[in-house]
């Protein structure tokens, strides 16, 4: 017989009278709702991007016109900038002849969002100081400044080596591989193409020629398949009699050449496709720091409070399309 | 009349929400102007009810409240908060680049050899001393470049001194081999190319050593200098035993050649800019200099100080409280004047008046 106990009081068997007290706990939850700690995962990366010159190669098309490699990699930078949470932090340097040179060292992405988007911006393949590109020592030189900072490494690079690598191969590493994880990213397009040539003012003058560009590394021993070569003479030619010749004029991203630095170094290696999904390969390949976040839960009592709210007034704006039965 | 926009752009500007799309349900905040939180009632005839102008008031203020309720809910639900604001104060201070010798002889300590023991090297001394004199000036904007074999700019003007510390923090790594300082300085004046402020502009080179100026840079500096008046400083960190900026050598020996450091400075003195150099030979004098260009560059300038975002949804969920609290006291308020008649008619076997749900 509680239901006649409730009849007696007539405002507790009122559905409204319910909806309303509900709302007004819901709301005084709300205002006493604790911040939640959730941890995000930021990350501390140093990026590396190639400014030698064979990054000047226009294979690359934005927005329809032709962009050379080094345009492209500012921008998948600019776009992995914008992609990092609040909290990472990003260091940037440059490589050009055998050095990775640092220009500043990870600061907090978000709160220096512009003037670190500026820096990427400004980069140039004039502040290069040498024509050289010894791309494994450039990432070795990376590896190890990435290690003194605690910081992951991105490496961007097409993997031109100029000169190019001796018979022996690579040189060797004399770090730790994998203490350092990062990524090598891949610069370029896989179909050879002409090297832009500048004079010393900066004006474009044509393109490299075959016999502009070392072809052949000559220092070290002699490759195995030179007494096959014409002319050979173990004493006055040891890599045979005919100057070099080859394709070291042209560029291509050497996938290969960076596949093997990436294993002797135990970074990971990709290929810079669209833009957006250097972000996800960097976010797949780098360590996570994780950083707490507050997060405020006043939002779930809130959201009741707005459903009895409603509820209640939308009941009743439905019903008073009825109308009250007369007498 | 320049006063009403900015007025208006201070009242209904910087304000935000996180999730627009929540504001859709703005239109909830209409029902209450449909219905009530209250019991219908039949009344036989709308004459016998007195017009009293205080219940259409508490009528009124009630579906007032109802909306409030509502309305203040959906706003906080979708995170409303006034954005971080930036106001542009005046203070003193500058718009400075530095411009930071990255050569490799920097890596030595002033003795001029590899530092040893306690030895600082002097581009450890230059970091440390740099970094406090940016802590020291709040207000600056400053932008970054580096020069060496070649000249690299590394960060355009900013107000943010987190990153200008993180490009100072660099300057002790190993440097290149050589010091074009005549390119590094064309390029620290680019750096206030797209600054149209009436800010006191100042470049700040710190350097250990010089090099020859090509007689086309020269030219270029000139054009440059010119073009943007800046106040310039060299800090030079001069080792010992090299020869000082302001020692005149022997006649004959005074070549651009045998004294490059000399040179630059008698260059930068014929720029037709104010231009004071410090020769700092130990620490301390760098110390001492970097003081003295703190109290030079105490211009007015106008800077921008940041009002952090304030979060707005605890104020109107509160203020959704205080309107759901009225709406309830007025429901607890609430008298059923209907519902003795309806208990009369029911005692006389009438079926009870339907109510609306």
């Known amino acids: 017989m509680r239901r006649r106990a409730l009849a007696s009081h007539p405002r507790l068997r009122d559905a409204r009278f319910w909806l309303l007290a509900v709302a007004l706990l ?35 098309r934005i927005d329809g016109t032709p962009a050379s490699r080094l345009a492209e990699a500012k921008r998948a930078a600019r776009a992995l900038l914008a992609a990092l949470p609040c909290e990472s932090r990003l260091g940037l340097g440059i490589f050009t002849e055998r ?74 590493f004399d770090g730790e591989p994998g203490k350092v994880s990062g990524l090598l990213v891949g610069v370029g397009g896989s179909e050879p193409a002409p090297i832009p040539k500048f004079d010393e003012d900066g004006r474009e003058i044509g393109f490299y020629g075959e016999q502009d560009v070392p072809q052949e590394n000559r220092s070290g021993p002699p490759p195995a398949d030179a007494p096959s070569r014409a002319g050979w003479n173990p004493r006055n030619a040891p890599w045979g009699g005919d100057p070099a010749s080859g394709t070291e004029h042209l560029s291509a991203m050497r996938e290969e050449h960076l596949r093997a630095l990436a294993a002797q170094t135990g970074l990971g290696f990709t290929r810079l496709g669209d833009p957006s999904a250097l972000a996800t390969a960097v976010e797949a390949g780098t360590r996570v720091r994780p950083v707490s976040v507050r997060v405020d839960t006043a939002p779930v009592p809130a959201a009741l409070a707005l459903l009895c709210l409603a509820t209640l007034f939308a009941a009743g704006a439905l019903a008073s399309r009825r109308a009250i039965p007369a007498h | 009349m320049s006063e009403l926009p900015a007025f208006w752009a201070r009242l209904f500007g910087g304000w935000g929400v996180d999730h627009p799309f929540v504001l859709m349900l703005l239109a909830l905040a209409l029902l209450p102007l449909f219905a009530t939180a209250f019991r219908r009632r039949p009344v036989p005839a709308l004459v016998l009810v007195p017009d009293d102008v205080t219940s259409r008031a508490v009528g009124w203020l009630l579906r007032a409240a109802g909306m409030l309720a509502l309305a203040a809910l959906v706003l906080g639900l979708a995170g409303l908060h006034r954005r971080e604001q930036s106001i542009q104060r005046v203070g003193t201070g500058a718009h400075l680049v530095l411009l930071l010798d990255r050569s490799s002889s920097m890596d030595n300590s002033f003795a001029g050899r590899a530092p040893a023991g306690d030895q600082e090297s002097k581009s450890t001394a230059a970091r440390r001393l740099l970094g406090d004199f940016v802590a020291r000036r709040p207000h600056d904007r400053i ?34 081999a050589f010091t074009d300082v005549g390119r590094g300085l064309a390029l620290a004046l680019a750096g206030f190319a797209g600054d ?22 020269q030219e270029a500096l000139r054009d440059a200098a010119a073009r943007t008046p800046v106040h310039l400083y060299w800090l030079f960190l001069r080792s010992r035993g090299s020869p000082g900026i302001f020692d005149v050598p022997p006649p004959g020996e005074d070549t651009p050649q045998a004294n490059p450091e000399r040179h630059l400075h008698l260059f930068l003195q014929s720029l037709g800019v104010p231009y004071r150099a410090f020769e700092a030979t130990s620490p301390e004098a760098v110390a001492q200099a970097i003081a003295d260009i703190d109290r030079q560059e105490t211009r007015p300038i106008r800077y921008i100080e940041r009002v952090p975002r304030r979060d707005l949804a605890r104020m109107a969920f509160a203020i959704a409280a205080v309107a759901v609290g009225l709406l309830l006291l007025a429901k607890l308020a609430e008298r059923d004047l209907a519902s003795h008649a309806a208990a009369v008619r029911a005692q006389g076997g009438r079926a009870p008046v339907r109510e609306a749900a």
Not at chain 1, 36 to 53: C, F, Q, Y
Not at chain 2, 196 to 214: E, F, K, N, P
């Open chain 1, 26 to 60: 819901a709301l005084a939850a709300a205002l006493a709702a604790p911040r939640m700690e959730l941890t995000r995962s930021a990350r501390d990366l140093v990026l590396v991007i190639d400014v030698t010159g064979s990054m000047n190669v226009r294979d690359y």
């Open chain 1, 99 to 172: 050095r990775s040179f640092l220009l500043f060292e990870p600061a907090e992405v978000c709160e220096n969002f512009a003037a670190i988007d500026g820096s990427i911006e400004g980069l140039d393949w004039r502040m290069a100081w040498e024509g050289d590109s010894y791309v494994a020592r450039g990432v070795h030189a990376a590896l190890a400044m990435a290690a003194d900072l605690k910081a992951d490494l991105v490496f961007l690079t097409d993997g031109h080596e100029a000169p190019p690598l001796p018979g022996s191969g690579l040189p060797a």
């Open chain 2, 143 to 176: 932008g970054v470049s580096a020069f060496s074999t070649s000249p690299m700019p590394v960060l355009p003007l900013t107000d943010h001194h987190d990153v200008v510390q993180a490009a100072i923090a660099a300057i002790d790594r190993p440097g290149l």
């Open chain 2, 196 to 217: 149209t402020t009436d800010a006191s502009r100042a470049v700040l080179l710190v350097s250990d050593g010089a090099a020859l100026i090509d007689r086309r840079v």
